[in-house]
């Protein structure tokens, strides 16, 4: 047996030891109540009226301090990378890390620009994006290996140590948040001839610092307080407020069934999203992982269809945890019981229908 701790476990502790040193050798003050952060529903606030891209610097600083937080984590493809049945290609984003422009398994947040025309003027309007982290998560119901939890505070993580790569999470996100790299993870050991599955890889809101009290990453270096993180229900009075002194507008809180991520413009979002699919289409852009920002999104599990698939999903998912559990606790690498979860579904399914109440 394996009595070192886990290579998850070294990397969060180190990474999140690494940000706080830098960010106490410049004197920033990153104290909250751990209680605040630990144990009861987050939520944030991303506020575009404040947001400039930071401009001047080569990469938004919410970008690079996610970067250097999570660089760790970031996945070491064995290459050379294999085809397999029934793609047509596999996902590789490791020749590429470098890139900031887009969401991709080496870049878990970054911040879109567009010019959206409103009442008679032209608004830059920065946007920055990353996961959602749903009240009601599509992704984490609907994923196949059980791979996908929430946690307390609504954040919601894939764990790379048992992801195949699916992309069923992206299939039905609204935003298709999560990128994949293929050949690395749990793929690699089961079934190495049809490597190129891979893992996905998205914004976890910094579990890891939220666990001992932190704000995450991004909240933490945002120069100009566009970023807000604290208790679900005083980030969205205060979202509300502000959007009526300023006659502006939230994002996030009916989308998809309501997530922990609320946004505040003075521009429609429903123009955003099109200013963002306008500049997608101008610049041929089709690749994955530039969400736009579409409104009035249903959450698929609450149609007919996604109950049917998830009542589907739900026994492959299960046998699929235990077979994981068991595999890598006779390989020497025990994983958490993957066959419960950290959040009482029932809880969820009632919380997800107070909010529509």
Request: aromatic share 6%; net charge neutral.
């Amino acid at each position: 047996m394996n009595n070192k701790i886990s290579r998850r476990a070294f990397l969060k502790r180190t990474s999140a030891a690494g940000l706080l040193g830098a960010l106490a050798a410049t004197g920033l003050s990153t104290s909250v109540q751990a209680s605040e952060l630990n144990n009861e529903k987050l939520g944030t606030l991303i506020d575009l009226t404040l947001c400039d891209g930071c401009k001047g610097k080569p990469t938004p600083l919410c970008a690079t301090a996610c970067r250097q937080h999570n660089q760790s984590r970031f996945p070491e493809p064995q290459k050379p990378l294999k085809m397999y049945w029934p793609q047509k290609k596999v996902e590789d984003w490791s020749d590429k890390r470098d890139l900031t422009s887009r969401l991709t398994p080496y870049n878990w947040t970054f911040v879109d620009q567009v010019k959206v025309e409103h009442d008679g003027f032209e608004h830059e309007v920065h946007v920055p994006r990353r996961c959602m982290h749903c009240d009601n998560p599509t992704c984490l119901k609907l994923c196949p290996f059980s791979a996908i939890s929430k946690e307390n505070t609504g954040a919601v993580s894939i764990d790379d140590e048992i992801c195949f790569g699916g992309a069923k999470c992206r299939d039905v996100c609204p935003w298709g948040i999560p990128q994949r790299q293929a050949g690395v993870g749990l793929y690699m050991q089961i079934a190495p001839d049809l490597a190129g599955g891979g893992v996905m890889y998205k914004c976890d809101l910094c579990s890891d610092l939220l666990a001992v009290g932190e704000q995450p990453a991004c909240v933490q270096a945002c120069p100009q307080g566009a970023l807000s993180i604290g208790p679900r229900e005083e980030i969205k009075a205060q979202a509300h407020k502000k959007a009526q002194e300023i006659g502006g507008y939230v994002y996030g809180d009916k989308e998809n069934g309501g997530t922990a991520t609320l946004y505040l413009s003075t521009v429609p979002f429903d123009k955003i999203d099109k200013a963002i699919k306008a500049d997608k289409k101008e610049k041929h852009d089709t690749s994955p992982g530039r969400p736009g920002m579409p409104v009035k999104v249903d959450n698929y599990l609450k149609s007919e269809k996604g109950v049917f698939h998830s009542a589907l999903i739900a026994p492959f998912a299960g046998a699929a945890a235990a077979g994981i559990t068991a595999y890598r606790t006779l390989k020497g690498n025990p994983v958490k019981d993957l066959t419960s979860s950290p959040v009482n579904p029932r809880e969820e399914e009632e919380d997800y229908d107070n909010h529509e109440n």
